[in-house]
């Protein structure tokens, strides 16, 4: 079983639709990232949260530590969001990140 | 804004050759990472690497890949003897601290695509 589970795997939407994508995970975590990572192949650091909630912009990001979940939201979706994004969780006690295989996000306009 | 970058961004290789993928990671910050990313798969762990030595290593980090920071700015990843399945994007990561704040952010670098022939 994966450390990291990530749903859905693919996602496709309209410009303009409310996204949801969540992370569950199994391990005890010090702190879950959420990356995007675009077709070239670069990722980019988006949140990093231990708990609570943080926006930044149109994206948001949950986490509820006693469920080990975590949800991404993106509002008012643009077609520059399409990208594959990704949960990664840094083990407690641990210096690694364990990451979930992504979720392809494609907003058509 | 500082970033960390990597270079190549593409190499080839014949199976056997050794390789040597660089990375200066942002100036200020004491713990670096390597990750691979095979085509189609998910991102994976290989090492850590803080106060000149590794922290912490995954299961696919043996003899044949070592670490080193030769001097204060880059931070390089050698495959000795390079196989097919090391065929991957290789990823350098840097941060500033150890603790979970706003500074463990990791930042990623663009990556390198290792194509072993």
């Known amino acids: 079983k994966n450390e990291v589970e990530q749903s859905p795997q693919n996602l496709t939407a309209q410009e303009g639709e409310f996204i949801t994508i969540n992370c569950s995970y199994s391990?005890?975590?010090?702190?879950l990232h959420w990356l995007q990572q675009h077709p070239g192949g670069g990722i980019v650091s988006l949140f990093m949260?231990?708990?609570g909630k943080k926006k930044h912009g149109r994206l948001i990001a949950t986490i509820n530590i006693q469920e080990k979940h975590s949800s991404l939201h993106i509002t008012a979706s643009h077609p520059r969001d399409s990208a594959v994004y990704i949960c990664?969780?840094?083990?407690?006690?641990?210096?690694?990140?364990?990451f979930g295989q992504g979720t392809r996000l494609t907003i058509n306009p | 804004e500082p970033e960390v970058t990597q270079t190549p961004s593409h190499q080839v290789t014949q199976m056997g050759q050794e390789v040597i993928l660089r990375c200066v990671p942002i100036?200020?910050?004491?713990?670096f990472y390597w990750y691979r990313q095979i085509l189609g798969q998910k991102v994976e762990f290989l090492v850590s690497?803080?106060?000149?030595?590794?922290?912490?290593k995954s299961e696919i980090f043996d003899d044949q890949f070592s670490v080193e920071r030769p001097d204060g700015s880059n931070f390089t990843l050698k495959i000795r003897s390079t196989k097919l399945e090391d065929s991957a994007m290789y990823f350098c990561?840097?941060?500033?601290?150890?603790?979970?704040?706003?500074?463990?952010?990791?930042?990623f670098g663009p990556g390198t695509r290792l194509t072993v022939l």
């Open positions: 990561a840097s941060k500033r601290q150890g603790t979970t704040s706003g500074r463990d952010t990791q930042y």
């Open positions: 391990v005890g975590i010090s702190a």
């Open positions: 949260l231990s708990s």
């Open positions: 990664a969780v840094r083990v407690q006690g641990a210096q690694k990140l364990v």
């Open positions: 100036s200020n910050h004491l713990y």
């Open positions: 690497f803080y106060n000149n030595e590794i922290s912490e």
